[in-house]
């Protein structure tokens, strides 16, 4: 079962290997959905002419992509495009001279670049608004339009509305796990070394990773396998088999009561498929807000990149963006170092204290996708908007400072609104994470 009602990637490859299907006849069906009125916003640039070449290509009828549509955030160079990251502010800049590494590793598996995704100016908020072209609206919407998350807003929408099969994008702190969970597909955020960010615009170069948004842990883990050039080791051990925990502080504060709902429940569900699940307090997580304080990592690295832009073009910017990325004025030199610092004692010690688990398990955004309109553009929303955008990354930016890998899977049941469950360690665990979330799915899709 799929929870967007869409086939999946696998569920696709396995119709084309016994002949019920063909590439093009899918890309048809993607573009068709990526012109349509669900796609409003979620494209700034598509090029399906170039897709249905790949598509057509013998060769990559028997690559892992097998000419399927993917869509990639407009944060990653594609060599003849120009990379804006959802700015107006780089629309004059040069177009690429090469793929970047991810892009090129998607297409030479096979994909079908139907193209680039609408995001946040330049990925700096989790909501998704972009004031310059337009924000995608929420997959899940009925009767009211609503956020779709952010950054990776497009890639999100368009996988699951069924443009795409895979939506390239990056989390620095939540991006791609964000939109996902509140879309209801799978997101998953690897440990950052293993894809190059090589050709993408950075955000902070210490948080950064590129990865994949799917329709399922089965798609996420092909997804990663491509992006980070490794094999994913299977394993066949049973739900049983794993040791996992919730953290009881912090991260279940102030749920709403629809994620709560679904999140208890769904560890209900795992615990009845023979899941063994502690419960322990984290204390080191009350020492985050003084490590993000103004702003972190990402507003000193963003300042620096941004620094020579915003003297020129800084009326071109989102006031949003900008008011974040001038946080890093208040960060010394001293200031940074000294953060660095501390983030590595943080990591070693919240590795330790997870060390005995396989995966730590917890909503993974607090509350679900609120209306558009009530984080709008304009000043008289601002306080709202800035709320809403902290309490988004609460829960999902922890594993970007532990520099670790996590993934969201849904775990709301038909008729509510999505609600993502969040599976996290430290880094370099993303294959037991993968195999335990695939289990995690199946349970939790088998009620």
Known sequence: MQFTGTPDLHTIRLQLRRGDTDAAAQLEHCIAVAVAPVSQHVYLKTDFEAARLSAGDPRNQARALVGLSVSVKDLFDIAGQITAAGSTVLANQRPAEHDCPAVARLKAAGAAIIGRTNMVEFAYSAVGNNPHFGTPVNAASAGQALIPGGSSSGAAVSVATGSAFIGLGSDTGGSIRIPAA?????????????????????LSTTLDTVGALTRSVADAMLAHEILSATPVTRSLAPLGAYRMVVVRNLLQDELDAVVAKAFWRGIDRLRQGGAQIAEIELPELTELTSLNAHGGFSSAESLSWHRSLLAEHRAQYDPRVVARIERGLQLSAADYVDLARARNDWINRVEARISPYDA????????????????????????????VNALLLRNTSLVNVLDGCAITIPCHQAGELPVGLMLWHAGLRDDTVLNLA?????????A
């Open 360 to 387: 730590v398990l917890s909503p993974t955004v607090p509350m679900v996708a609120p209306a558009m309109a009530d984080v709008a553009p304009g000043s008289e929303r601002d306080a709202e908007f800035f709320r």
């Open 182 to 202: 509140l879309n209801g597909i799978v997101g998953f955020k690897g440990t950052a070394r293993l894809v190059p960010t090589t050709g993408a615009v950075p």
């Open 438 to 446: 695939l289990q995690a799915e199946q349970q939790l899709q088998s």
